[in-house]
């Protein structure tokens, strides 16, 4: 291999190492395209990825892939071969085949994979998500791209945030030095208040009953019998009982 293209194949792996946290050895998702790719240029894909990349890989394929190759029949007989000698990765999608671009994007969400493709529509899919990395064959040479305007992009918006925090934290070390910035003030601890007394406002009055007054001994009883009615004599019946 060309000086230049171990050049440009390192720097990428680098940064995506850097950035991504890609690791050795590098996992290269393959999927049925590849292969088919391979077998009409007639080279050897494990023997030519590892002299590409000139550190440690391992070579991985799904299920899914696998079955989608099976599906398509005497077109990719041969291709369906080479991609069931390499090691079977669990998708999650046992039982539940799906398309093997659908499933390759599902693999590439929480692992860090390089992703071995012709599939033109798969390989635009991932160059909009930030931290996908993609290799394909030109003719019969492995080629790493180069990282997207998306990996790219997101790289650029990390070192400026990560630059305005450097900055904002040189400004306050100076501030405190120089006495412009005030101390932090301890936190006083809350008291735990009891339960407060009723707003007196807010509290209705209780109607007081007045106890009428009773009167004691005579006074009650001449009050309550019944006055007696004076029956007036008349002068001269008095006379005659008078004479008797």
Known sequence: MKISRFKKSHKTLVFFASNFDYREPYQVLIDATFCQAALQQKIGIDEQIKKYFQCGVKLLTTQCVILESESLGAPLTGATS??????????????????????????TKDNRY?????????????????????????????????PSKASKKWVQRRAKNLM???????????????????AETAVKPKKHKGPKNPNPLSCKKSKKHKA?????????????????????????????????
């Open 114 to 146: 390089v992703v071995a493709s012709q599939d033109r529509l798969l390989q635009e899919s991932l160059r909009k998500i930030p931290g996908r990395c993609l290799l394909y064959l030109h003719k019969a040479t492995p080629v790493l791209e180069a």
């Open 212 to 244: 009428k007054p009773q009167l004691k001994g005579v006074e009650q009883t001449a009050i309550t019998k019944a006055k007696r009615k004076r029956v007036k004599i008349p002068a001269h019946v008095k006379a005659a009982l008078g004479k008797d």
């Open 82 to 107: 080479i991609v069931k000698r390499f090691h079977v990765h669990k998708c999650g999608h046992e039982g539940k085949p799906v398309p093997a671009s659908e499933c390759i994007k599902s693999m």
């Open 164 to 182: 305005l925090g450097k900055q904002v934290e040189k400004i306050d070390y100076m501030k405190e030095k120089q006495g412009l910035k005030p």
